[in-house]
């Protein structure tokens, strides 16, 4: 079966850096996906990585471990805005993909 | 906006009822997803669609819920006899085969009374 693991809840202070671990189990691996949701919005895609190593975009950073099946997102200078859950997502054996159960992310003035 | 649509946005009906949910993805992407997310968890996967072709159904997905894609353009959920349990927000995401970004939309919610 395929399974993810992420923390349920995490809470930050503005300005501050957060880092949401994602830990998976799965048959089969082309790599790992992160996704942001807002309150009643869809899903938003944040990053992708395929290989080990960090992947950077802005203010948002995503590293994989593939011998650890180990990830995770990392939120720098965070924002009022950046309040949401944040979804890891694997892409297993054949086209589908299985979602974490989420991460809400608390940001505090 | 992801250029994604999903209507209607809600929907409410009454057990036993059948419900129809339609998905316009971005036109030149080939490849639909469904899904179904509850309150406090992820999206998980319902079935999927390369063109007009449904690929992969989820073991999850019960003979009472039936998804089509005619001329590979938009796509239909059905279910049929619905019950309380299939209250969820039903996702649908657009894929265009490079990278691994889905395109959601903003969802249909039902509610099933």
């Known amino acids: 079966g395929q399974s993810l693991e992420q923390p349920s809840e995490v809470t930050a202070v503005e300005g501050a850096i957060v880092q949401i671990n994602c830990t998976y189990q799965t048959s089969g691996f082309y790599g790992l996906s992160w996704y942001q949701q807002h309150d009643g919005g869809a899903p938003t895609f944040l990053s992708y990585n395929a290989l080990d190593g960090l992947e950077e975009t802005g203010r948002f950073s995503s590293f994989l471990s593939r011998s650890d099946s180990y990830g995770y997102l990392l939120l720098q200078e965070l924002q009022m805005k950046d309040s949401a859950s944040y979804f890891c997502?694997?892409?297993?054996?054949?086209?589908?993909?299985?979602f974490g159960p989420g991460t809400r992310l608390s940001v505090l003035p | 906006d992801t250029g994604v649509s999903q209507d209607p946005r809600h929907k409410i009906t009454k057990r036993g009822q059948n419900v129809t949910f339609r998905c316009d993805p971005i036109s030149e992407h080939n490849r639909l997803y469904w899904y179904r997310q509850t309150l406090g968890q992820g999206p998980e996967f319902l079935t999927y669609f390369q063109n007009e072709a449904q690929l992969e159904k989820s073991r999850l997905l019960s003979d009472r819920f039936s998804a089509e894609r005619p001329k590979g353009s938009f796509s239909t959920l059905e279910i049929q006899r619905t019950e309380q349990g299939d209250s969820a927000m039903y996702l649908c995401?657009?894929?265009?085969?490079?990278?691994?970004?889905?395109?959601f939309g903003p969802g249909t919610r039902l509610l099933v009374l």
């Open positions: 997502a694997v892409r297993a054996n054949g086209q589908n993909f299985v």
């Open positions: 995401a657009s894929y265009g085969g490079s990278g691994e970004t889905q395109y």
